[in-house]
Nanobody, 116 residues
């Protein structure tokens, strides 16, 4: 059974930083492409950053140069380092495979709130 547990969110002022973590289990983590997604109030969930099993990364334009996705296959964990945060980054952040597992695979997410 796939389990994804996100942590590390919080309240931060604009310009600040946070590091999100996602502990994964129930599948062979090292061979899966992984991603971070976010959902802001009233908006659809969007993919923010992805990392392939070998470690290639890409990002949506709005976070390029500010966010860094990484993974530790020995720990079955994927990270999202977020810097120079902006109020528009406020959202619930989730990790999942890319493409995502089934609709029931989503974790509880971690809330990121950026104050201006």
């Amino acid at each position: 059974q796939v389990q994804l547990v996100e942590s590390g969110g919080g309240l931060v002022q604009a310009g600040g930083s946070l590091r999100l973590s996602c502990a994964a289990s129930g599948f062979v983590f090292s061979i899966k492409n992984m991603a971070w997604y976010r959902q802001a109030p009233g908006k659809q969930r969007e993919l923010v950053a992805r990392i392939t099993s070998p470690g290639s990364t890409n990002y949506i334009d709005s976070v390029k140069g500010r966010f860094t996705i990484s993974r530790n296959n020995a720990k079955n964990t994927v990270y999202l380092q977020m810097s120079s945060l902006k109020p528009e980054d406020t959202a619930v952040y989730y990790c999942n495979a890319d493409p995502p597992f089934t609709s029931t695979s989503w974790g509880q997410g971690t809330q990121v709130t950026v104050s201006s």
